[in-house]
T-cell receptor
Framework: NAGVTQTPKFQVLKTGQSMTLQCAQD?????MSWYRQDPGMGLRLIHY???????DQGEVPNGYNVSRSTTEDFPLRLLSAAPSQTSVYFC??????????????FGPGTRLTVL | RKEVEQDPGPFNVPEGATVAFNCTYS??????FFWYRQDCRKEPKLLMS???SGNEDGRFTAQLNRASQYISLLIRDSKLSDSATYLC?????????????FGTGTRLLVSP
């Protein structure tokens, strides 16, 4: 099992550019989510999905889109990058969305800089 | 006020010391609780879940006080490899789906 994989590991964008951060998991997990981590802010939930075809907004969804066409993949799209989106982005997955004590498995992260 | 609050530290302790971290949460509807560990420039990984009766895993002991909305983590006999940031995490449900809320983390530095 590769677990949760993310690409790219690093990315530099110019303001206004768009891009997609890729996330995939091979554990057949129902629940997938995207977080951003900023200094002094902790991890904040951007979007999440409880299964293929079902997504919802988290705490900080503005400027981001997601889709979940398969169980394995959950890409995050930045529509028009802004310097405020400079952050470390983590994708996570867990077995299901209903159990209170699911372990979240995180990908290695994508470090994004927007100039 | 943040929903999950932690002392950012750093806590500087010598090898072999006992150290304790605290965490408070504000949403009384929170249902489950965790400690995650995050090494520098790495992803968070689950250290342990926190159960109402308290639980222990080797050198690590977690306690939960629902009345005071307070969670703690005790590390005994600290090792150099325990140096990391410890994230307090609370699971709550707003619209039927679970959502995790992360504290900003407490940094631990264990020195020889």
């Amino acid at each position: 099992n590769a677990g949760v994989t993310q690409t790219p590991k690093f990315q530099v964008l110019k303001t206004g550019q768009s891009m997609t951060l890729q996330c995939a998991q091979d554990m057949n997990h129902e629940y997938m989510s995207w977080y951003r981590q900023d200094p002094g802010m902790g991890l904040r939930l951007i979007h999440y999905s409880v299964g293929a075809g079902i997504t919802d907004q988290g705490e900080v969804p503005n400027g981001y889109n997601v889709s979940r066409s398969t169980t394995e993949d959950f890409p995050l799209r930045l529509l028009s990058a802004a310097p405020s989106q400079t952050s470390v982005y983590f994708c996570a997955s867990s077995y299901d969305w209903d159990s209170n004590y699911n372990e979240q498995f995180f990908g290695p992260g994508t470090r994004l800089t927007v100039l | 006020r943040k929903e999950v609050e932690q002392d950012p530290g750093p806590f500087n302790v010598p090898e072999g010391a006992t150290v304790a971290f605290n965490c408070t949460y504000s949403n009384s509807a929170s249902q489950s609780f965790f400690w995650y560990r995050q090494d520098c420039r790495k992803e968070p990984k689950l250290l342990m879940s926190v159960y109402s009766s308290g639980n222990e895993d080797g050198r690590f002991t977690a306690q939960l006080n629902r009345a005071s909305q307070y969670i703690s983590l005790l590390i005994r006999d600290s090792k150099l490899s325990d140096s990391a940031t410890y994230l307090c995490v609370v699971n709550r449900r707003d619209t039927g789906f679970q959502k995790l809320v992360f504290g900003t983390g407490t940094r631990l530095l264990v020195s020889p």
